[in-house]
């Protein structure tokens, strides 16, 4: 059972007390930030990154995924109470959350909330220890060329699965790309795009640009459309859901998960795919199913369940591949090379306390937010009572001081200042800032892929279709891309006809 | 000629100008080969598809209804860019305390209602906050005070 005696190693590094400590401010960080509405976990991630700059590496990641995971809890709490979601994953918990909220079940309905997000949690941390290591095991046998194509596939599978505009999703990815190239090329040592600017030779700053378009742009279109919201926090009662309500509950639980675990692993997807699939499907399987969208609990089990075993899991390509699949596996790793780590494959031959010690901390602080969540859940609620004026001054602070933190540049404020600029106009014009950051992470690595494939080749592209595992992922993005494109281009058709 | 997608026109113009911009500053460095690809080579690739897509866009919204822009609201963008500029160059000279206030004092105003009492309180708070945790706490090497 290696499995287990990695998992038993993992457990030692997490058990340490001080980072049992940055797992527990990590978890109480996301909570407290994640219950506030208008701040998904992405800002979250940004806003509190500088925390983790003094930090070594395995804590520092540590403390980031405790974040990550409570502003996904902290989320629910607000859909439940306020009916407005904390963030994009909890949209769907606000449905059958708020109903009971307004029927005198809140109570019950956060305690399922975050039941379900625990077993959940459970469960997806030894999916991840268990499928990690063969995965970043193939991984190591990849040639650049397979790694450039698999990089094409997650980020045009990542593409496809958000929303909105296809074309313009893609546009967005060639722009991050072009952006992540700024700075010198590694094999030539030409500083590239930089203007002259010596601040620039080490790159455009990551997490200036992470907090210019989750944070900044966010605070600024909020107070663009103010509206007044209704707390609704009259009385929650008993945390602790009925017999019945958990043996309702028990394969809402086991479904949402599974689905989660699965769609959590996909490029594009992660917690937010995950909890509207798990809704949808437990809507169509459950019976009876007459009460849904009128506060039947497991319409809050499934996707709670769901987008936790979601962010879990989407983990696994990060660690694996070093490939993210959303903005916050992008963050985490732009905090990793933050730490001085490249990541990729290696990351778990070469730091195995990282590897294990991050999974192992899940565990942890998937437990530390059972403990937090449904004691403190009056504590958090207190929080929903503080105007967004005294909120989004603060919010400025954190991304300004973590955007010269970083490097301790003053260049990466005003550089933070210009990307907000260039990210409200992008987001007036409805174009997603998702996609920018996952090429932005990515483009380096795919023209250093890329670069070496074609060294090897003699030059010849076709080596990216002629090595099977390389022309799979292509012919797998190229399919995933018809698949969208075709329903389209057959609607459009019959919209002419109609005409 | 009429644009009927306004957001997919804008959006396709600036694509298209960002992605010339990367083709021609490209020229500069070495392009290379294939088999040796220069510095110039990937970034021209990349700025090309951006401006094919642009070109895409931009036409496909003559052809295609959309929605229009959406107003530009001058307040909060001017007041928050503001406030970060302002941050920047007090933090170079005179230190972190002076830069939270100045942030929290404009940066404030990019709201609607504004309170100068409350955010005098919030700049209070966010200067001990900050200074505490960040300074004192992570160690974070941020000047507190005016060079001298």
């Given at each position: 059972?290696?499995?287990?005696?990695?998992?038993?190693f993992?457990?030692?590094?997490?058990?340490?007390?001080?980072?049992?400590?940055y797992?527990?401010?990590?978890?109480?960080?996301?909570?407290?930030?994640?219950v506030?509405?208008?701040?998904?976990?992405?800002?979250?991630?940004?806003m509190?990154?500088?925390?983790t700059?003094?930090?070594?590496?395995?804590?520092?990641?540590?403390?980031?995924a405790?974040i990550?995971?409570?502003?996904?809890?902290?989320?629910?709490?607000?859909?439940?109470?306020?009916?407005?979601?904390?963030?994009?994953?909890?949209?769907?918990?606000t449905?059958d959350?708020?109903?009971?909220?307004?029927?005198?079940?809140?109570?019950?309905?956060?305690?399922?909330?975050?039941i379900?997000?625990?077993?959940?949690?459970?469960?997806a941390?030894?999916?991840?220890?268990y499928?990690?290591?063969?995965?970043?095991?193939?991984?190591l046998?990849?040639?650049p060329a397979e790694?450039?194509s698999?990089?094409?596939?997650?980020?045009?599978?990542?593409?496809?699965?958000?929303?909105?505009?296809?074309?313009?999703?893609?546009?967005?990815?060639?722009?991050?790309?072009l952006?992540?190239?700024?700075?010198t090329?590694?094999?030539?040592g030409a500083?590239?795009?930089?203007?002259?600017?010596?601040?620039?030779a080490?790159?455009?700053?990551?997490?200036?640009?992470?907090?210019?378009?989750?944070?900044?742009?966010d605070?600024?279109?909020?107070?663009?459309?103010?509206?007044?919201?209704q707390?609704?926090?009259?009385?929650?009662?008993?945390?602790?859901?009925?017999?019945?309500d958990?043996?309702?509950?028990?394969?809402?639980?086991a479904?949402?998960?599974?689905?989660?675990?699965?769609?959590?692993?996909?490029?594009?997807?992660?917690?937010?795919?995950?909890s509207?699939?798990a809704?949808?499907?437990?809507?169509?399987?459950?019976?009876?199913?007459?009460?849904?969208?009128?506060g039947?609990?497991?319409g809050?089990a499934?996707?709670?369940?769901?987008?936790?075993?979601?962010?879990?899991t989407?983990f696994?390509?990060?660690?694996?591949?070093?490939i993210?699949?959303?903005?916050t596996?992008?963050?985490?790793?732009?905090?990793?090379?933050?730490q001085?780590?490249?990541?990729?494959?290696?990351?778990?031959t070469?730091r195995?306390?990282?590897f294990w010690?991050?999974?192992?901390?899940?565990?942890i602080?998937n437990?530390?937010?059972?403990?937090?969540?449904?004691?403190?859940?009056?504590v958090?609620?207190k929080?929903?009572?503080?105007?967004?004026?005294?909120?989004f001054?603060?919010?400025?602070?954190?991304?300004?001081?973590?955007?010269y933190?970083?490097?301790?540049?003053?260049?990466?404020?005003?550089a933070?200042?210009?990307l907000?600029?260039l990210?409200?106009?992008?987001?007036?014009?409805?174009?997603e800032?998702?996609?920018?950051?996952?090429?932005?992470?990515?483009?380096?690595?795919?023209?250093?892929n890329?670069?070496?494939?074609?060294?090897?080749?003699?030059?010849d592209?076709?080596?990216?279709?002629?090595?099977p595992?390389?022309?799979?992922?292509?012919?797998?993005?190229?399919?995933?891309l018809?698949?969208?494109?075709?329903?389209?281009?057959?609607?459009?058709r019959?919209?002419?006809?109609?005409? | 000629?009429r644009i009927?997608?306004?957001?997919?026109?804008?959006a396709?113009?600036i694509?298209?100008?960002?992605?010339?911009g990367?083709?021609?500053?490209?020229?500069?460095?070495?392009?290379?080969?294939?088999h040796?690809?220069?510095?110039a080579m990937?970034?021209?690739?990349?700025g090309?598809?951006?401006?094919?897509?642009g070109?895409?866009l931009?036409?496909?919204?003559?052809?295609?209804?959309?929605?229009p822009?959406?107003?530009?609201?001058?307040?909060?963008?001017?007041?928050?860019l503001?406030?970060i500029?302002?941050?920047?160059?007090?933090?170079?000279?005179?230190g972190?305390v002076?830069?939270?206030?100045?942030?929290?004092?404009?940066?404030?105003?990019?709201?609607?209602?504004?309170?100068?009492l409350d955010?005098l309180?919030?700049?209070a708070?966010?200067i001990?906050?900050?200074?505490?945790?960040?300074?004192?706490?992570?160690g974070?090497?941020?000047?507190?005070?005016?060079?001298?």
């Amino acid at each position: 059972m290696e499995t287990l005696s990695n998992l038993a190693f993992g457990l030692e590094v997490a058990l340490s007390w001080q980072n049992i400590l940055y797992c527990f401010i990590g978890c109480f960080l996301g909570t407290l930030v994640g219950v506030l509405p208008g701040i998904g976990p992405v800002a979250t991630v940004a806003m509190l990154l500088p925390f983790t700059f003094g930090l070594g590496p395995a804590p520092a990641l540590i403390m980031l995924a405790g974040i990550y995971y409570g502003a996904q809890y902290g989320g629910s709490t607000t859909a439940i109470l306020v009916n407005i979601p904390g963030e994009s994953s909890s949209v769907v918990t606000t449905l059958d959350g708020h109903q009971m909220a307004r029927r005198g079940r809140a109570g019950p309905a956060l305690g399922i909330a975050a039941i379900g997000s625990f077993i959940a949690g459970c469960i997806a941390t030894l999916l991840i220890a268990y499928f990690a290591p063969p995965l970043a095991e193939l991984a190591l046998k990849f040639s650049p060329a397979e790694y450039f194509s698999l990089m094409v596939f997650g980020l045009i599978a990542a593409v496809v699965l958000a929303r909105g505009s296809l074309i313009k999703a893609i546009a967005m990815v060639c722009f991050g790309i072009l952006l992540g190239l700024i700075g010198t090329d590694v094999n030539s040592g030409a500083i590239r795009f930089a203007f002259g600017q010596v601040e620039l030779a080490d790159g455009l700053g990551f997490v200036a640009l992470a907090m210019a378009f989750f944070g900044i742009t966010d605070v600024v279109l909020n107070l663009e459309h103010k509206e007044a919201q209704q707390v609704f926090t009259s009385r929650i009662g008993s945390v602790l859901p009925t017999l019945a309500d958990l043996r309702a509950c028990f394969w809402s639980i086991a479904r949402g998960t599974a689905l989660g675990s699965l769609l959590g692993v996909l490029p594009g997807g992660g917690a937010l795919l995950a909890s509207f699939a798990a809704y949808m499907v437990e809507k169509k399987i459950a019976k009876p199913p007459r009460a849904f969208g009128e506060g039947d609990i497991r319409g809050v089990a499934a996707p709670e369940s769901a987008n936790n075993a979601g962010a879990q899991t989407s983990f696994i390509p990060m660690l694996t591949l070093g490939i993210p699949s959303n903005p916050t596996m992008a963050l985490m790793i732009g905090a990793l090379m933050i730490q001085g780590i490249a990541p990729g494959p290696q990351v778990m031959t070469e730091r195995p306390e990282l590897f294990w010690g991050l999974i192992a901390s899940m565990w942890i602080g998937n437990l530390m937010l059972l403990v937090l969540n449904l004691p403190l859940v009056g504590v958090w609620i207190k929080l929903l009572a503080v105007p967004y004026r005294l909120l989004f001054p603060a919010i400025f602070v954190f991304c300004c001081i973590g955007a010269y933190a970083v490097d301790n540049k003053i260049f990466d404020v005003y550089a933070l200042a210009a990307l907000s600029a260039l990210g409200y106009v992008l987001l007036k014009l409805d174009c997603e800032p998702a996609p920018m950051v996952l090429g932005f992470i990515l483009g380096p690595m795919m023209e250093e892929n890329l670069r070496r494939a074609m060294m090897i080749s003699f030059g010849d592209p076709t080596v990216l279709i002629t090595r099977p595992i390389s022309a799979g992922f292509l012919l797998a993005a190229l399919a995933l891309l018809l698949a969208i494109a075709l329903p389209a281009l057959r609607a459009r058709r019959e919209e002419a006809m109609q005409e | 000629m009429r644009i009927r997608s306004p957001r997919d026109f804008w959006a396709g113009l600036i694509f298209v100008a960002i992605g010339g911009g990367f083709v021609l500053l490209a020229h500069q460095y070495r392009l290379g080969d294939m088999h040796r690809m220069g510095p110039a080579m990937f970034p021209t690739l990349v700025g090309a598809l951006l401006v094919a897509l642009g070109v895409i866009l931009a036409l496909r919204s003559l052809v295609r209804d959309g929605a229009p822009v959406p107003s530009f609201h001058a307040r909060p963008i001017i007041m928050s860019l503001l406030a970060i500029a302002l941050f920047a160059i007090a933090l170079q000279w005179l230190g972190l305390v002076a830069a939270i206030a100045v942030l929290v004092l404009v940066g404030a105003n990019a709201a609607r209602d504004v309170r100068q009492l409350d955010n005098l309180a919030l700049a209070a708070v966010m200067i001990v906050f900050s200074v505490a945790v960040f300074v004192w706490l992570l160690g974070l090497p941020l000047p507190l005070w005016p060079i001298s």
